[in-house]
């Protein structure tokens, strides 16, 4: 595809693509969700591409490159444009991955499968979901363009490009198919683990007991933190910026506090885990008894 047709379908898009995708998550929306942010190198071949409020991810290889969430049709030109700075092209994405089947991680799936010509993959319990333009969430009623998936993925499958590979984890609760994503990346010259989590959260309006439209929830959330208890993890990353401090960790990377990459946080990490947690369980407590 043409790169100067890409960009012009990118800035049609942008003026009139807002009609599929704002239902119900535009009463969620926030000013940092469309607001452009820094792109940055994260580890070797791992790049933050994101807006300030959702995260998306580049992950460089020989053969192309694969992108962790699209966000929505009006962040597609922002993620672009970060692509670019970093010196790459956005038509060089071979493989598109996501977090959760929410719109403000998959409403611009369809658009950036458009432009680019990259496969998508995404997680049973959700591929049906981005697929059809939204059909089947719990609880939300957003739409979005549907959206060709061209691999389901089972929990533990990896995805191989260019000597780098992901391996997906079924991480349900937030959604059904909801996807913590892990690989292994060198930075400095050392091999570090990253865990790129889905999402544990408990929405507002989530029922654990007695849901009619997702009866396994709360089996699923306690299997989630499980798992993601279980993975080994250096570099913690996630759907939002916000679930690592990805602002104060940019900015202690620009000031180059220390030799140290500041988005090396084990620590971090098993704390982010614990605290949802105990959300999990006061929350599944409350609604046990009635609250």
């Known amino acids: 595809m043409c790169y100067q047709h890409v960009i012009q379908k990118l800035i049609g898009y942008f003026m009139c693509g807002m009609t599929l995708g704002a239902c119900s ?7 940092d969700w ?7 190198r994260i580890a070797d071949n791992l790049y933050y591409v ?11 290889t020989s053969e192309g490159h694969i992108l962790i969430n699209s966000c929505f049709e009006r962040t597609v030109p922002l993620i672009r444009t970060s692509i670019e700075k970093l010196g790459f092209k956005l038509t060089d994405v071979r493989i598109i991955l ?9 409403e611009g799936q369809g658009l950036m499968q ?30 979005w363009r549907p959206c060709r998936v061209d691999r389901v993925l089972k929990d533990g499958d990896k995805i191989t490009l260019g000597g780098t590979t992901l391996v997906a984890h079924l991480t349900p609760g937030h959604t ?40 396994e929830i709360s089996d699923d959330f306690a299997r989630t933190f499980k798992i993601l208890k279980s993975l080994p993890c250096d570099i913690f990353l996630g759907a939002h910026g916000s679930y690592y401090g990805m602002e104060s960790k940019y900015a202690e990377l ?16 098993r704390a982010y885990v614990e605290d949802h947690e105990k959300t999990y369980l006061n929350t599944l407590k409350k609604q046990q008894n009635g609250k």
């Not at 998550?25 to 000013?31: C, F, K, M, S, Y």
């Not at 990259?118 to 719990?138: H, L, N, P, T």
């Not at 220390?258 to 090396?264: G, K, L, Q």
Request: hydrophobic residues 30%; negative net charge.
């Open 25 to 31: 998550l535009l009463a969620q929306d926030t000013g």
């Open 34 to 40: 469309h607001e452009s942010f820094p792109p940055h």
């Open 50 to 60: 994101g807006s300030r409020g959702l995260a998306s991810y580049l992950i460089t």
């Open 98 to 106: 996501s977090s959760h089947a929410h719109g403000d991680h998959v």
């Open 114 to 143: 458009e432009l680019t010509g990259a496969r998508v993959f995404a997680m049973e319990g959700d591929a049906s979901v981005i697929s059809s333009g939204g059909e089947g969430q719990y609880l939300y009623k957003d739409r």
């Open 176 to 215: 059904r198919g909801c996807t913590t994503w892990t690989m292994t990346a060198m930075d400095n010259g050392k091999p570090r683990q990253v865990v790129i989590i889905g999402s544990p959260n408990i929405n507002p309006g989530y029922q654990l007991v007695n849901n009619r439209d997702y009866p």
């Open 254 to 269: 620009k000031a180059n506090y220390s030799s140290s990459n500041p988005f090396i946080d084990p620590d971090g990490y």
